[in-house]
């Protein structure tokens, strides 16, 4: 090939240490070492999973649940699917918002408001109270 020089037994090779210590440094850089250690990254990934999953539990729960009971009351009063429509979109709305008080962590589990202290009159959001 041309431009590369040609290797023969005596052309110097590079010391193992040096190719090492170069390993090791790029290593560090590809892992992302130099910001945070490997089981604190492992474990905000672990952490990320499980509120995606939470947060697919509480949409299709609710869901569930008003699928449930619409069809229930549909059998129960023999009204067809009114009740079981209506709860559908009921499932919906109240898994949306079970979704939004986990993203925005208002309170934690749905039903329960925020218990921290407020601090100057603030909501608990952070915000101004009205």
């Known amino acids: 090939m041309r431009g590369l020089p040609e290797m023969t037994e005596d052309t110097p090779q590079p010391p193992n240490e040096d190719l090492d210590s170069r390993l090791r440094e790029a290593r560090k850089r590809l892992d992302g070492e130099d910001d945070a250690p490997r089981h604190q990254r492992s474990q905000d990934m672990g952490t990320g999973i499980a509120l995606a999953a939470r947060i697919g539990t509480e949409l299709v729960a609710a869901v569930a649940v ?50 921290r202290p407020r601090q100057n009159g603030a909501g608990p959001d952070g915000g101004e109270e009205k």
Do not use: H, K, S
């Open 66 to 115: 008003a699928v449930g009971i619409g069809w229930l009351l549909d059998w129960w009063l023999e009204t067809g699917p009114w009740f079981l429509i209506t709860f559908i979109f009921l499932g919906a709305g109240a898994g949306v918002m079970n979704v939004y008080r986990v993203a925005n962590r208002l309170g934690g589990t749905a039903g329960y408001r925020d218990q």
